[in-house]
């Protein structure tokens, strides 16, 4: 079968490789769709794997389905979590999915930009889920992102009527803008380098957008009543964006460290501030099998218009051209290959 090489951002090769045999209680998934997440362009953390098949955002067809499995079928579409905890540990028990050992061992082969996908028994188990009728394989890509937009903001415990700051217009933005306004935010401030991002931003609902090269504390108390946001969501990797979600807080307010950055980059907090404001401050990755759940159910009955999302749609042999479109952050917002599309 083909697959997408990745060796670099700007070195994804289409290569052959040999269609996975599966065994009991395993499924051969033929892959649909498989978007780039922003994630699989981060060179620094992908390059000391490479040369190896990324994609994690995936939906496809069962085609073969090991001895055992009664819940699943040959022609049922499906998404398929490349992650998966225990549900048995002391941080499953305790909500800390995303801690698990076994999360972070636990992997579908060969990658999502493939043609087809050996999902093991432990991934059927609990992190395979029947694709509704009412979503594409499109829009389906859109299901682990918006897990863990969920599970972000189900943390922070995100109230009615709250005041958001959302630091970077991308992909994982714009779904913490559309999951917020569906959970009745209040007024939504988005701040990007790109004006083509803070352009989509006001397209898909922002109340108001500034430039991420501005004063942003000083810009945000202009236009927000003279207050600064009750939660500031930072969605961008660069560090100016982490000391503009601590100095855009307010009193009693959190900052949701939604985005990585680069190893060894740390952040300067003055500590008697932090204090005396009771500002909280709180990372959150990945998503639970319950946010998954809660993400298809919002996608099957619309409330998170994703599709609008989409600008482009790739061929496997465009793989390249993806992950630089990806990569360059420039008019792309999600890029979906289609490894079966000629």
Known sequence: MRVAMYYNNNDVRI??????????????VKVLASGICGSDVMQWYRIKKAP???GHEITGEIVEVGGGIKRFKVGDRVFVSHH?????????????????QTLHTT????????????????NVDRGTFLLPDEVSPEEGTFIEPLACVIRAQRIVKLELGQHILILGSGISGL???????????????????????????????ADIVIHAKEDVPSCLRKVNENRLADLVIVCAS???????????????GTVLCFAPTQP???????INDFWRNSIKIMPSY?????????????LRRHRIPVAKMITHRLSLDEAGLGFRLVAEAGEAIKVVIEPHRR
């Open 107 to 122: 992997n579908f082969y060969p990658g999502g930009f493939a043609e087809y996908i050996r999902v093991p028994a432990i």
């Open 238 to 252: 660069a560090l100016e964006a982490f000391n503009q979600g601590l100095q855009s807080v307010d009193r009693g």
């Open 84 to 100: 998966v905890p225990c549900n048995t540990c002391r941080y499953c028990l305790s909500g800390h999915h995303t801690a698990c």
């Open 264 to 270: 060894g980059v740390n952040l300067s907090i003055h």
């Open 52 to 54: 190896l098949v990324l």
């Open 286 to 298: 990945g998503g639970s099998p319950q946010d998954i759940a809660v993400a298809i159910e919002l």
């Open 175 to 205: 779904l913490h803008l559309l999951l917020a306004r569906a959970n009745a935010a209040g007024r939504i401030i988005m701040t990007d380098i790109n004006e083509n991002r803070l352009k989509i931003a006001r397209e898909f609902g």
């Open 15 to 28: 290569e052959e490789v040999t269609k996975p045999q599966i065994g009991p209680g395993e499924l051969l």
